[in-house]
């Protein structure tokens, strides 16, 4: 999966505007522009497409961990110039304040079952001999559970008022 297929998921998963999108990276010390934002969202046979590099899309799972988790204090996290679907599993996972219970219902949500000694592998560290690591199958997965487990609230339908006005006298 590209950065640019996880940032459109996101996007969609929590309903974030553009203004939202922008407000995400601005909270990890991060500015970037509404155009930037909408050139990582398009299609890849856009014209206008841009590839979301590692250290932009560290930025943004730092600032959604900031977002949804708030600002720790003192120095904030680096962004990583390289990033894997481990890490960005991880970043997931804190920001939305997920134990490993929570993401294998999350995952079973999806219709993906996976084992907590297997989930585990995923978070260790990579010089571990039981570090696994996260193919694109199970973090398509996860971000496909995510969708179940925060379904988007309905927005209310607004009522249409009408106006009484009686007929015109001929």
Request: aromatic share 10%; charged share 35%; net charge positive.
């Amino acid at each position: 999966m590209t950065n640019n297929d996880i940032l459109r998921r996101i996007r969609y998963i929590f309903d974030l505007s553009d203004s939202k999108m922008i407000g995400v990276f601005k909270s990890a010390d991060h500015q970037v522009t509404r155009a930037q934002v909408s050139d990582w969202l398009k299609p890849e046979e856009d014209s206008e497409y841009k590839n979301c590099t590692d250290t932009q899309m560290a930025y943004f799972l730092n600032g959604f961990i900031n977002e949804r988790r708030g600002r720790r204090e003192g120095d904030q996290a680096k962004p990583e110039s390289t990033l894997n679907n481990n890490l960005i599993f991880k970043k997931l996972t804190i920001a939305l304040n997920l134990k490993s219970d929570d993401v294998l219902e999350t995952l079973e949500l999806a219709g993906f079952k996976l084992g907590k000694h297997e989930l585990s592998a995923f978070f260790r560290k990579p010089n571990n001999k039981h570090f696994r690591e996260c193919k694109d199958q199970v973090l398509r997965n996860f971000l496909k559970g995510l969708q179940v487990r925060f379904p988007k609230e309905e927005q209310p339908v607004p009522k249409k008022t009408f106006e009484w006005k009686p007929l015109a006298d001929k």
